[in-house]
């Protein structure tokens, strides 16, 4: 893998700073956090009618979508993609039941 998620997230995190007039993540920003999760909302809706439609190309611009916005979502939490690399590194080989089932204790 190359260091795209890190260098998205060092752009995400100077955005917070930005004038909202002169950058698309620096406006999501002030209009917070409802204007981003709708955002995510909206991205996950076309991921999954690129899916249903099948179309590759397609499916995977929408996925970039989907993952550009949930990345300004951690920015705005104060995380970044380490922790949910983190996450899935914790995760890693359990199996999906054995995870789940830690998840109710």
């Not at 920003?29 to 439609?53: M, N, V």
């Not at 899935?88 to 998840?103: D, N, P, V, W, Y």
Request: net charge negative; no cysteine; charged share 30%.
């Amino acid at each position: 893998m190359n260091d795209i998620l890190e260098r998205l997230s060092r752009i995400l995190e100077a955005r917070k700073q930005a004038d909202p007039d002169s950058s698309y993540v620096a406006g999501l920003y002030a209009k917070g956090l409802d204007a981003i999760l709708k955002k995510i909302g909206e991205e996950a809706a076309e991921t999954l009618l690129a899916a249903k439609d099948g179309v590759p190309d397609r499916i995977v611009h929408e996925v970039a979508d989907l993952w550009f916005h949930t990345l300004v979502l951690l920015a705005q939490q104060g995380l970044g993609p380490d922790a949910v690399l983190e996450e899935l590194e914790r995760r890693f080989g359990l199996s999906g039941l054995e995870e789940k089932a830690r998840r109710r204790t």
